[in-house]
């Protein structure tokens, strides 16, 4: 079992930027695939990038690419999500999830929502126009 807290959501202008971190407490001795996903309001939860335990493989939704960029720090248990250029359609409540089959070599990345085990309660981020 493993917990996952999100941080460093908040208010700001277009353009501007922000750094989520997903820690990860409990059972961090394994290996885990972590994913970031957006809700907004009236809308389903959707996929926004996701990053291999190696660190080797990351995948963007195409909205994001070029603007949002996720590394990890596996001594620290922390991924993060690095947002710039920000926009205010990019409002949302941001989640991280983490899931323990890191495939081959850990290599394996996942952008379905369903293929994770452990979810984060989710920070907010407001981008005003």
């Known amino acids: 079992q493993v917990q996952l807290a999100e941080s460093g959501g908040g208010l700001v202008q277009a353009g501007g930027s922000l750094r989520l971190s997903c820690a990860g407490s409990?059972?961090?001795?394994?290996?885990?695939?972590v994913g970031w996903f957006r809700q907004a309001p009236g809308k389903e939860r959707e996929f926004v990038a996701a990053?291999?335990?190696?660190?080797?493989?990351?995948d963007y939704t195409d909205s994001v690419k070029g603007r949002f960029a996720i590394s990890r720090d596996n001594a620290k248990n922390t991924v993060y999500l690095q947002m710039n250029s920000l926009k205010p359609e990019d409002t949302a409540v941001y989640f991280c999830?983490?899931?323990?089959?890191?495939?081959?070599?850990?290599?394996?990345?996942?952008?379905?929502?369903?293929?994770?085990?452990?979810w984060g309660q989710g920070t907010q981020v407001t981008v005003s126009s």
């Open positions: 999830a983490a899931d323990h089959r890191v495939g081959y070599l850990g290599g394996r990345i996942y952008s379905d929502a369903a293929e994770y085990a452990y």
């Open positions: 409990g059972r961090t001795s394994s290996s885990y695939a």
């Open positions: 990053i291999s335990w190696s660190g080797s493989n990351r």
